[in-house]
Nanobody
């Protein structure tokens, strides 16, 4: 069974940092685009960042650009989201996604993790 397993969430004060990891199990996702999405209570799931299968191309939501960095280590079959200068409005459940098209992850991507909670206190 294919699974995406997120880790690294937690409680942090505003201005702090966290690094999320997503490690697929059951298969390799080296040829897949990977992405991070988040969903706050009462809101729809939204795009945060994505990285192409090669790692050459990255995309960011405007609200996180300059603060978050997505990266991948294909040797370890893992994707990361480094989150700096966190704000209370970044509080959400963060989800990892994998897209077989290889270029960008979207809300319609093929595989999803169960999510990890990130809470930023003011």
């Amino acid at each position: 069974q294919v699974q995406l397993v997120e880790s690294g969430g937690g409680l942090v004060q505003a201005g702090g940092s966290l690094r999320l990891s997503c490690a697929p199990s059951g298969r390799t996702f080296r040829s897949y685009a990977m992405g991070w999405f988040r969903q706050a209570p009462g809101k729809e799931r939204e795009f945060v960042a994505s990285i192409s299968w090669s790692g050459d191309t990255t995309y960011y939501a405007g609200s996180v650009k300059g603060r978050f960095t997505i990266s991948r280590d294909n040797a370890k079959n893992t994707v990361y989201l480094q989150m700096n200068s966190l704000k209370p409005e970044d509080t959400a459940v963060y989800y990892c996604a994998a897209d077989r098209a290889g270029h960008i992850a979207t809300i319609y991507s093929d595989y999803w993790g169960q999510g990890t909670q990130v809470t930023v206190s003011s």
